[in-house]
């Protein structure tokens, strides 16, 4: 079994920054894709940031060059740093990992529980 958990979401004025974490464990072999996705109200979840394998990391372009993403292959933990953080900002940030379990094997695709980020003017 395979969980993803994420922290640090909160609540912070406009123009604050805040760090979440997301730290995959369970049967894994290899994480391929490690991303970060938001839902906000009444709206369709939509990707923030996504990083495959040795490619650069692609940005949604509403949050370009305010957040940067990061990862650490060996505790197979990443982050979203958030800067400059405006109120439209304000989702449920959900980690999403796409990885193999054995040698050869499927890949599976797996998402974090959701924490809550909110921005206020």
């Known amino acids: 079994q395979v969980q993803l958990v994420e922290s640090g979401g909160g609540l912070v004025q406009s123009g604050g920054s805040l760090r979440l974490s997301c730290a995959a464990s369970?049967?894994?072999?290899?994480?391929?894709?490690m991303g970060w996705y938001r839902q906000a109200p009444g709206k369709e979840r939509e990707l923030v940031a996504r990083?495959?394998?040795?490619?650069?990391?692609r940005y949604a372009d509403s949050v370009k060059d305010r957040f940067t993403m990061s990862r650490d292959n060996a505790k197979n933990t990443w982050y979203l740093q958030m800067n400059s953080l405006k109120p439209e900002d304000t989702a449920v940030y959900f980690c999403?990992?796409?990885?193999?379990?054995?040698?050869?094997?499927?890949?599976?695709?797996?998402w974090g529980q959701g924490t809550q980020v909110t921005v206020s003017s």
């Open positions: 999403n990992a796409e990885l193999t379990k054995i040698v050869g094997g499927p890949e599976f695709r797996y």
């Open positions: 369970g049967t894994i072999f290899s994480i391929n894709t």
């Open positions: 990083s495959t394998g040795g490619e650069s990391t």
